[in-house]
Nanobody, 125 residues
Framework: QVQLVESGGGLVQAGGSLRLSCAASGRTFSTYGMGWFRQAPGKEREFVAAVTKSGGSTYYVNSVKGRFTISRDNAKNMVYLQMNSLKPEDTAVYYC??????????????????WGKGTLVTVSS
């Protein structure tokens, strides 16, 4: 069982930066693939970024490539999402998720077993 708690959301002007953090409970954090997803008002939840168990590989949705960076610190049970050059269309609730399913499909929510409650990011124009 993993509990995930996101933090770092807030209001920022377009072009600004935010760093989201996700704190995970449990001793087996390094065995989980981790991801960030977001849901904008009136839209479906979408994949944003993912990182493999070791942190060796990362994946991004095209719309954030070059602007967002996902990273993890297995010693601290933390996952981060550094968001730069933010745009109004990045406004959403951002969720951290963990995958223990060996059939986890990277860049999807298939296999994501655990979810945080989300943190709101608002980008003003």
């Amino acid at each position: 069982q993993v509990q995930l708690v996101e933090s770092g959301g807030g209001l920022v002007q377009a072009g600004g930066s935010l760093r989201l953090s996700c704190a995970a409970s449990g001793r087996t954090f390094s065995t989980y693939g981790m991801g960030w997803f977001r849901q904008a008002p009136g839209k479906e939840r979408e994949f944003v970024a993912a990182v493999t168990k070791s942190g060796g590989s990362t994946y991004y949705v095209n719309s954030v490539k070059g602007r967002f960076t996902i990273s993890r610190d297995n010693a601290k049970n933390m996952v981060y999402l550094q968001m730069n050059s933010l745009k109004p269309e990045d406004t959403a609730v951002y969720y951290c998720a963990a995958a223990s399913d060996p059939n986890w499909l990277i860049m999807t929510d298939y296999g994501m077993n655990y979810w945080g409650k989300g943190t709101l990011v608002t980008v003003s124009s």
